[in-house]
T-cell receptor
Framework: GQQLNQSPQSMFIQEGEDVSMNCTSS?????WLWYKQDPGEGPVLLIA?????ELTSNGRLTAQFGITRKDSFLNISASIPSDVGIYFC??????????????FGEGTQLTVNP | DAGVTQSPTHLIKTRGQHVTLRCSPI?????VSWYQQVLGQGPQFIFQ???????GRGNFPDRFSARQFPNYSSELNVNALLLGDSALYLC?????????????FGPGTRLTVT
């Protein structure tokens, strides 16, 4: 089953607002990734994080790799309607784990009201 | 450049039947992974293939099998379909090494078992 806990499960915000979501685990992950999925499509990779404490940006998106390696955070600044979708965190446990298996959270559904 | 492609887009099968899903990776990507995404949940890892060999397997029954061809494309086979196999089946491709964790997904095949 899933090992990553995402919160919140859903968010309803106004256009222009900033958004924060997070992902936690009871075990250590050595790589954290954030994906966005639109209805009827596959997940799209947003940001990949490889070092504890790392802070990485991609446009209005900023993600952080928690220093305990058990959590990660995603922030979206100045939200726009096209930010609507489901955001998934995913983790990989490192070279000794099985291949390139990613473990996914259950997603945060983001709704942006114009 | 073309992204990951999957076929068919949608499929309806009856319990007990067999299904084959196909995936073509991004050009230059040699690793292919398969995930199952049940409605309302994050993707769950099924298999990873690299250089035509299975490199990882998730917690799925032996009814699920896959293979990778010399051109790095891949097939996922599911035998004796159950109602619970209804899901979106996602294929992801990646480079090797650390970049293997940055997986790029196709649009998926929506399988409905009746």
């Amino acid at each position: 089953g899933q090992q990553l806990n995402q919160s919140p499960q859903s968010m309803f915000i106004q256009e222009g607002e900033d958004v924060s979501m997070n992902c936690t685990s009871s075990s250590i992950f050595n790589t954290w990734l954030w994906y966005k999925q639109d209805p009827g499509e596959g997940p799209v990779l947003l940001i990949a994080l490889y070092k504890a404490g790392e802070l990485t940006s991609n446009g209005r998106l900023t993600a952080q790799f928690g220093i305990t390696r058990k959590d990660s955070f995603l922030n979206i600044s100045a939200s726009i309607p096209s930010d609507v979708g489901i955001y998934f965190c995913a983790g990989h446990k490192g070279p000794k784990a099985s291949g390139s298996r990613l473990t996914f959270g259950e997603g945060t559904q983001l709704t942006v009201n114009p | 450049d073309a992204g990951v492609t999957q076929s068919p887009t949608h499929l309806i099968k009856t319990r007990g039947q067999h299904v084959t899903l196909r995936c073509s990776p991004i050009s230059g990507h040699k690793s292919v992974s398969w995930y199952q995404q049940v409605l309302g949940q994050g993707p769950q890892f099924i298999f990873q293939y690299y250089e035509k060999e299975e490199r990882g397997r998730g917690n799925f029954p032996d009814r699920f099998s896959a293979r990778q061809f010399p051109n790095y494309s891949s097939e996922l086979n599911v035998n004796a379909l159950l109602l619970g196999d209804s899901a979106l089946y996602l294929c992801a491709s990646s480079l090797v090494g650390q970049a293997a964790y940055e997986q790029y997904f196709g649009p998926g095949t929506r399988l409905t078992v009746t």
